[in-house]
């Protein structure tokens, strides 16, 4: 399949939905700056071969505007002709769904994984266990004595150094990644069933924080 076989309703769905996760998201202060970014997949999929919308390179995430998203192919590379260019992080995009076969892609930054990233850096991951969230979508994880490790990559200046590191540390039973001092990559089946996991994480994240602020038990 090309792209220019998917239906042109599907690729107008798909930017409806990222145009309505970006505003949601926004609302949440999810993406301070011009940080963050946001993909969904169309089309049919393989290793090689797949197209998704993406973020264009914008100063502002809000409110978003009709030229906010453009289609890129596996590499990429814009699918049609545009002035438009992706966002730098696209590349990364582009190696989770070469890896995972998803439909959506999520990256944003927050207080919460900006600060557990870099404090649990030297370890590698952030551990989680007995948090019931964890269960609705991280298969490996079926009991609260089993523990859920969200891993942490190095974060880098150079986005191929990044894709580079992501297949010795992703976790297909953990449908995310964090970036040390950057924010989460997130994924999903769909648009909506990865803004679920998302919220999810970001609460199993600000649980985690606060625990760490309450005083020993005596």
């Not at 969200?150 to 992703?170: C, E, M, R, W």
């Not at 989460?184 to 919220?199: D, N, P, Q, S």
Request: proline share 6%.
């Amino acid at each position: 399949m090309t792209f220019a076989d998917i239906r042109w309703e599907e690729k107008q769905t798909a930017l409806a939905e990222l145009r309505a996760m970006n505003d949601q998201l926004a609302k949440l202060g999810w993406f301070p700056g011009s940080s963050g970014n946001l993909s969904v997949r169309v089309g049919s999929f393989t290793p090689n071969e797949f197209y998704f919308a993406v973020n264009s390179r914008v100063k502002d995430r809000s409110p978003i505007s009709a030229e906010s998203y453009l289609f890129v192919d596996a590499a990429g590379n814009p699918c049609e002709a545009t002035d438009l260019e992706p966002c730098s992080e696209t590349p990364v995009h582009a190696k989770i769904y070469r890896m995972t076969g998803c439909g959506a892609v999520y990256h944003v930054h927050t207080v919460f994984n900006h600060v557990l990233s870099d404090y649990y850096s030297d370890e590698g991951y952030v551990a989680v266990q007995g948090n019931e969230l964890t269960r609705d979508f991280c298969t490996g994880i079926v009991g609260e004595s089993e523990q859920l490790r969200i891993p942490i990559l190095p974060n880098s200046v150079d986005i191929s150094s990044i894709t580079k590191q992501i297949p010795g540390a992703l976790n297909l039973d953990v449908p995310c990644f964090l970036m040390r001092n950057h924010g989460i990559y997130v994924w999903g089946k769909t648009a909506l069933e990865t803004k679920h996991r998302l919220e999810a994480f970001e609460f199993i994240f600000e649980v985690l924080y606060r625990s760490l602020l309450l005083p020993p038990k005596r």
